[in-house]
């Protein structure tokens, strides 16, 4: 007979698995004074205590065995989800190439970008996405994917992408040039995955970071430029009239009053009420030139364009016009063709950004955020102006990103 002991009751024994366990009646007594059972001297010679300790005991270890096969796989599975959490952890060598702009940040296995362009069909645009997909080829560990509309007014087309992917689960960070910086607000609303706004900014506080030009600085700079240009040209009445992009686009904004502070202060006057607005686009460029040339017969000293393509676009519609043939033609982005067309004494100058900079830099501030790093609220990806003096070098600087 065994010992009553006042022990803490077990559950029934009706889960034991051995057969034998299960059907001894003594089991059932010394499972409830499990310490008097497992005792030599409680149990004395009895056989049936002696097969049913040998039961327990071999569930005790087979139980063990169970949960230890479960820590395992509980600390395999946290082990994989820290090495998913972050881009963190790697040893990529930082690249040293005076295109980047800066230090590389330090990114590790399975990390993936979104970069969603206004649009890929300009040749501004394949700057940026060179200088995007320039990251990744520095990082190779940075998965980085490019895309953007067919064009800068194919808002849907945009708007789609960008839903779509913020959805998909399939990227650690995005980086976002958008078209109607209002809508995208609304739509990353409540992301908590890193992003970053590249040439235009978002107003949202789930922006960590702006990648860009200073538009507005940007533009002062070419407006004043433009006006010592004209002065230069022989233009006694200095005025000029601006070929915008979109209406109400943040980066077509910007330049507008950077344009209109240049011109005004140095000596200019700015005419605001007579903007053309030709949504970014070289042929609606051609036709607004028309208009300000049916307007203003007697010429204008300086016509301040959106980009480069409408600025070439409105110095052909000029060409031939001999009231424009000193028309300072002022255009923004300072691409490679602007860059011949200024060598070829038709557009006369170009503020240039550094497209392939703002993509490598946009890329590498996702990839800092991924990895737990503070941002900087603005990040300048640098800009210049363009003229005959330096287009040359200027091309040859261009060549070298995209042939």
Not at 153 to 173: P, V
Not at 357 to 370: H, I, L, N, P
């Amino acid at each position: 007979m065994c010992t009553k002991r006042n022990v803490r009751k077990s559950p029934p024994l009706t889960k034991i698995t051995t057969k034998g366990c299960q059907n001894s009646i003594i089991a059932l007594k010394y499972y409830q004074n499990v310490g008097a059972f497992l005792s030599p001297t409680a149990v004395g010679t009895d056989r049936r205590a002696d097969k049913l300790r040998d039961c327990l005991l071999r569930m005790k270890k087979e139980r063990g065995f169970i949960m230890k096969k479960r820590l395992l796989a509980m600390l395999m599975t946290g082990a994989m989800v820290a090495s998913l959490a972050a881009c963190g952890g790697g040893s990529s060598t930082p690249s040293t190439d005076d295109k980047t702009g800066g230090d590389t940040a330090q990114s590790g296995s399975g990390c993936s970008v979104d970069v969603i362009l206004k649009t890929t069909a300009s040749e501004y645009w394949s700057y940026v996405k060179a200088g995007a997909e320039a990251y990744s080829k520095d990082n190779p560990d940075v998965k980085v994917e490019v895309k953007g509309a067919t064009s800068e007014t194919a808002y849907d087309e945009q708007q789609n992408m960008i839903e779509t992917d913020l959805n998909s689960g399939a990227y650690d960070a995005f980086v976002i040039a958008p078209l109607q910086a209002d809508l995208v607000k609304t739509l990353i609303a409540g992301q908590t995955a890193p992003i970053v706004a590249v040439d235009t900014n978002i107003d949202a506080p789930e922006v960590l970071s702006f990648v860009g030009t200073g538009n507005e600085d940007a533009a002062a700079e070419g407006g004043k430029a433009a006006v010592e240009a004209a002065k230069a040209a022989g233009w006694d009445k200095v005025q000029a009239i601006a070929i915008s992009g979109v209406q109400g686009d943040g980066t077509a904004t910007a330049r507008l009053t950077g344009y209109e502070k240049g011109v005004t202060e140095a000596g200019g006057e700015f005419l605001k009420d007579e903007i053309q607005y030709a949504d970014a686009v070289a042929d609606k460029a051609a036709t607004s030139m028309e208009a300000i040339m049916q307007n203003h017969p007697e010429g204008v000293a300086i016509i301040v364009c959106n980009n480069d393509d409408m600025a070439m676009a409105a110095a052909r519609a000029a060409k031939g016009n001999a009231a424009y043939a000193k028309t300072i033609f002022v255009g923004f982005d300072g691409i490679q063709s602007a860059c011949n067309a200024i060598l070829a004494g038709e557009e006369t100058m170009s503020v240039a950004q550094e497209a392939y900079d703002m993509g490598y830099k946009a890329v590498e501030a996702a990839v800092k955020a991924v990895n737990g790093e503070t941002l900087e609220k603005f990040i300048d990806s640098g800009c210049s102006v363009v003229t005959k003096d330096n287009a040359q070098e200027r091309l040859d600087k261009l060549k070298g990103y995209i042939g």
